[in-house]
Every structure is written in structure tokens, then in C-alpha cells.
């Protein structure tokens, strides 16, 4: 089936080995080494991408708009089948596509210091930044309220009415926690309804893999662009925070061990502002802290939201894993909360600044 896969895009299989790749929970990716040039191939989970089309569409559009006002940057594309597709679609409805694999480039899963924090921020800001003037509209919107946390409150509130008893009943604190944390969910409303924010193309899924280095720890591009669609600054920035700030992630067990590195923060801060900073407005600067807890908090409701659906979304690994994920992140948005007025004296002498 591979095989057919690989010689829809014109690879000869024989010449290629092909291995799982990367740590995503939901597009499965490999990687086909061999030849002299290596590919990342990727199956679309068409569960969530309920329309691949789209994601083609979006990424040709970029593409064009990257090559003739930024040939430099290295835009990773889908590369053409020998039939013309950006997505070759297997007798049983699975949809795949090939990248190239950029040469002496590596992902990393876990930031290991300010550098790789900082890289990454800029990488985040600069493709937004780079965007200011491509028409963020003429994008479809390929997972539609991906990031709207209200439509994300509604579907916990169906789940509680539909869960099973023993499911309500062990994830009865953390239901409580989503009413613990309510403001937040008020300010967003009101942030959203105002129009306070402008539309931007935002990368909407800003974690540590999703951007390429070199072996000098620079930051190359921005990889995984499946969720390039319009959207607001706090989608990148508060996922930022909710994914860079502790040495654990979401998948830690031991919650002793999250904790908030405002080291990381700083970088964070000055990396996203090094070219966003000359185009956010002030209220966006304003909101700039608030987005990690806006982030924070709408996957802590996914996540329990998906174990009273009885894991329908997220893929789990043992039983109860999405309620420990949302425990992990309510207690990372605990701790954001304490670290609060710290971060708006870094925010403050973060700005301007070169790491
Ligand atoms: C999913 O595929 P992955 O692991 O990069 C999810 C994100 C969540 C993340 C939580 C399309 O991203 O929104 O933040 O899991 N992507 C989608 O780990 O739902
Ligand atoms: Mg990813």
C-alpha cells in the first residue's frame, strides 16, 4: 500500500525505507530516507481535516505568495504527485502527501534552553509577520472554531450532560475547575465580540516540533501548517506559553514536575515581538499574557472534554490518559496564574529587546 503511495509521487520503492517520524497526535507522518533526498510522507487524519482539499489549497496560496515576496523563505510545501495532486487518495479513502525533508534540518520535542525558545518565538512571529499583507481571508478555514473557546465550553457542557456517571464522577474536580477558571472564558467573549483583535493567518499549533533548526540552533521555518488559517495573535502566543514555559508536557504524570521557567518566558516574549512587535496592536500587546491562559485553559477543557466523550478525539494510551492530561493542564494554568504579575514586569522589559 505504501509502495503504491510512493510511486504515485514517482519514487521508486526500492530505493527507499520508510519509518514512523515525529510525535504528532493526529496526522500520522514517516519519514522515507534513500537517495540522496529524504521525504516526509503524512497521512491526514480526515477525522479532524474533514476537508484535505482545503489544507492544499490554503498551502498552494501561500506558496505562490512566499515565492514571489519572500523566495528566501523555505516555505515547506507539499510536493506534486506525477498526476499534479498535493494528495493521493488510497482505494480505502485515506489521503496522503509527501514533503521534502529539508536537508540538515532537526525537530526537537523538548526546548532545552532560551535559545531554542527564542528561535522558535521568532520563527512563529515572522511567518505571521511576513503575512501582513497577504489577504488572510482568502483562506479557507480548515477546522472551523478550531480556537474558539466558547463553541470549546459549549461541547464540555454537551459532554456532562451525555457522560457516563462513573466518567463525571472521577473527573469531578476538574469539572469544577472549568467553573473555577469562568473569567477567563468571560474576557475572551468579550474580547472576541468587540472585535479588539485584527484577523491575522496565524500557524495555530505552535509547539516546539513544528519548527525546523539547523545544527547551530537556529531557527529555520515553520513546519506543519495543516492549521494555517485565519485566526488571532493568541492562538501562537498562548500556545507558546502553554508548551514552552514547563520542562514537562502534557503527558507528565507527576505534576510536582511542571513548573513555570520565566527565563523561557522572557524568550518567548522577545522572540514573538523581535518582528511582531513593530505590527501587534495595543491591545494585543495588552492581551499578550493573557493568551497563555486563554490557551491553557482551552485544551485543559478539551482534554477533559474528550474523556467524558470517552476518547473519541485524542489518541490514548491507557485508560483515564485525557483526564490526566487535563489535570497536567490545569494545574500548568494554576501555576501560570501565580507567575502572572511576574510576567508583566518581564513583558514590560521584555519589548524592544534583542535576546
Ligand atoms: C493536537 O497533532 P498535534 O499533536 O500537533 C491538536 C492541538 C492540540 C494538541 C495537544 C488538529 O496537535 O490543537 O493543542 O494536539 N491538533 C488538532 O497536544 O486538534
Ligand atoms: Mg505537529
Redesign the pocket.
Known amino acids: 500500500m505504501l509502495n503504491k503511495i510512493l510511486v504515485a509521487f514517482g519514487l521508486k520503492p526500492s530505493q527507499y525505507t520508510v519509518q514512523p517520524f515525529g510525535?504528532?497526535?493526529?496526522?500520522y507522518t514517516l519519514k522515507v530516507s534513500g537517495n540522496g533526498q529524504d521525504y516526509i510522507l503524512q497521512r491526514i487524519?480526515v477525522n479532524?481535516?474533514k476537508a484535505p482539499d482545503q489544507i492544499a489549497g490554503n498551502l498552494t496560496l501561500l506558496q505562490s505568495y512566499f515565492n514571489s515576496t519572500y523566495p528566501d523563505y523555505n516555505f515547506v510545501a507539499p510536493l506534486p504527485s506525477l498526476t499534479g495532486d498535493y494528495l493521493v487518495k488510497t482505494d480505502k479513502g485515506e489521503y496522503y502527501r509527501l514533503f521534502p525533508f529539508v536537508k540538515g534540518s532537526r525537530t526537537v520535542d523538548f526546548i532545552s534552553d532560551n535559545k531554542e525558545a527564542f528561535e522558535a518565538a521568532r520563527q512563529f512571529g515572522k511567518f505571521t509577520c511576513m503575512l501582513k499583507d497577504f489577504d488572510a481571508n482568502q483562506l479557507k478555514y480548515t477546522?472551523t472554531d478550531?480556537?474558539n473557546l466558547k463553541l470549546r465550553f459549549d461541547q464540555f457542557k454537551t459532554a456532562c450532560q451525555n457522560a457516563r456517571e462513573e466518567n463525571l464522577m472521577e473527573a469531578a474536580q476538574e469539572v469544577k475547575e472549568v467553573y473555577n477558571h469562568y473569567t477567563i472564558l468571560q474576557q475572551y467573549n468579550q474580547l472576541i465580540t468587540n472585535n479588539q483583535v485584527p484577523v491575522r493567518v496565524i500557524h495555530?499549533?505552535t509547539?516546539i516540533?513544528?519548527i525546523l533548526f539547523d545544527d547551530k540552533q537556529n531557527g529555520l521555518c515553520v513546519i506543519?501548517l495543516?492549521?494555517v488559517m485565519p485566526g488571532y495573535f493568541f492562538s501562537d502566543v498562548g500556545?507558546m506559553m502553554?508548551?514552552y514555559l514547563s520542562p514537562v508536557?502534557?503527558e507528565e504524570q507527576d505534576f510536582s514536575k511542571i513548573q513555570i521557567r520565566e527565563d523561557i518566558f522572557m524568550a518567548v516574549c522577545k522572540g514573538y515581538m523581535a518582528d511582531m512587535g513593530k505590527i501587534l496592536t495595543e491591545t494585543e500587546k495588552q492581551y499578550f499574557i493573557f493568551s497563555g491562559k486563554l490557551?491553557i485553559y482551552m485544551?485543559a477543557i478539551?482534554?477533559l472534554t474528550d474523556f467524558l466523550n470517552n476518547d473519541i478525539?485524542?489518541e490514548t494510551k491507557y485508560p483515564g490518559h485525557n483526564l490526566v492530561?487535563a489535570k497536567n493542564q490545569f494545574d500548568l494554568l494554576n501555576k501560570y496564574l501565580n507567575s502572572e504579575k511576574q510576567f508583566e514586569l518581564l513583558f514590560a522589559k521584555a519589548q524592544g529587546n534583542s535576546l
Open positions: 510525535s504528532g497526535l493526529i496526522n487524519n479532524v481535516f477546522l478550531f480556537h495555530h499549533d509547539k516540533n513544528n506543519d495543516d492549521t500556545d502553554r508548551t508536557n502534557e490557551m485544551q478539551r482534554f478525539y485524542y492530561r
